[in-house]
């Protein structure tokens, strides 16, 4: 019996080791990009869904592990109100340059492929648009963070999400206006809702 499972088992192990047609598609992606921020108690959050839209790699290395770069423009928008001063808010509209690398791990079901996925990433701010009297250079131009998620390959198109944490602050600077200081003080936090399709 145990030899059996033994055999079992190196028959799988050799399955994935063996040579594997490896394959790349290029592709392009869009969706949603919903903004939140951390350490916002006593703020209100609004008007938080931007977009985000570029073109993606896919590289399949084994049957069950496949590497998905992106280069994406990335919207992060966000309406931030003091919750005991409703009338008093501030809206921003930050752009990016964003590099995530998927890494992908999933089984292949004929047509169908769903996978899990850890998303390291760097963003670089492009352009921002702020409150008058607050200052774009404030702003941390390059960061990076982590996603986590999910989706499924259906033929050429590709379904995901995931949920993404900076690492940094997004500024750092101390304000005398209190939602900036506290915006300039959280981290960035965001869904992000994809579409793809592969050529």
Do not use: C
Not at 131 to 153: A, F, M, Q, T, Y
Not at 158 to 180: C, H, L, M
């Amino acid at each position: 019996m145990h030899k059996k499972i033994l055999s079992i088992a190196l028959l799988f192990a050799v399955s994935i080791l063996l040579p594997h047609r490896a394959y790349s598609q290029l592709g392009v992606k869009a969706g949603i990009y919903t903004t939140n921020y951390s350490d916002l108690e006593g703020f209100k959050l609004s008007d938080n869904t931007g977009f985000h839209a570029g073109i993606t790699y896919k590289f399949n290395i084994l049957p069950v592990f496949t590497i998905q770069p992106d280069i994406l423009y990335v919207e992060k928008k966000a309406k931030i109100a003091q919750e005991d001063a409703l009338d008093n808010s501030h809206s921003f509209n930050l752009q990016f340059i964003q590099v995530p690398v998927s890494l992908q791990y999933g089984i292949n079901l004929m047509l169908v492929r769903p996978y899990f996925q850890v998303v390291p990433y760097i963003n670089y701010a492009i352009a921002g648009d702020f409150p008058e009297g607050l200052r774009w250079n404030d702003s941390k131009r390059l960061n990076g963070g982590i996603g986590l998620g999910g989706g499924v390959d259906i033929w050429k198109f590709q379904i995901g999400i995931r949920y993404n944490w900076d690492i940094s602050k997004v500024g750092g600077a101390e304000s005398t206006d209190p939602i900036y200081e506290r915006y300039s003080l959280s981290k960035g936090r965001a869904l992000e809702i994809s579409a793809a399709f592969f050529f």
